[in-house]
């Protein structure tokens, strides 16, 4: 058994496959889920997990070198914008239609169980070295 950093097995697997470039979109509870990426569901209750849990968890394992998120999460949703903002300094926003469109190239979905809106960004990972 694993002693620390992200015990679901299916959410370790799928980040194990990811390579450089490759999109990862973590999402809140209400995202439309496009067809094709592999989708880990973590949603177990209204809030639980946290859209800031999971991002997060995923920064401590992961290689990000870009994110996108939706500009009305500005406006609709000031604790998630906050978050994006401190976590992604060079963040871009484009409209949620763009993000949607976006996130049907994503490899992996990463569904959280967060009930604010627009808590959702489409990480671009990038190497360690």
């Known amino acids: 058994m694993k002693r620390h950093g992200i015990l679901n097995r299916h959410l370790a697997g799928a980040l194990a496959e990811l390579g450089h470039g490759d999109g990862v979109l973590v999402c809140d509870a209400g995202m439309p889920i496009p067809d094709g990426p592999r989708v880990v569901d973590l949603a177990f209750r209204a809030g639980v997990p946290s859209f800031a849990e999971v991002v997060d968890g995923l920064l401590a394992e992961l290689v990000v070198e870009g994110a996108t998120a939706a500009s009305e999460v ?3 949703n000031p604790a998630a914008a906050a978050l ?3 976590r992604f300094p ?3 926003l ?3 239609e763009r993000l949607k ?3 049907a190239g994503a490899r992996l979905v990463v569904r959280t169980g967060e009930a604010r809106p627009y808590a959702n960004v489409l990480l671009r990972c990038g190497v360690f070295f």
């Open 84 to 86: 994006l903002a401190e």
């Open 94 to 96: 484009v409209p949620h």
């Open 90 to 92: 060079g963040l871009e």
């Open 101 to 103: 469109e976006l996130s």
């Open 74 to 76: 500005r406006e609709a």
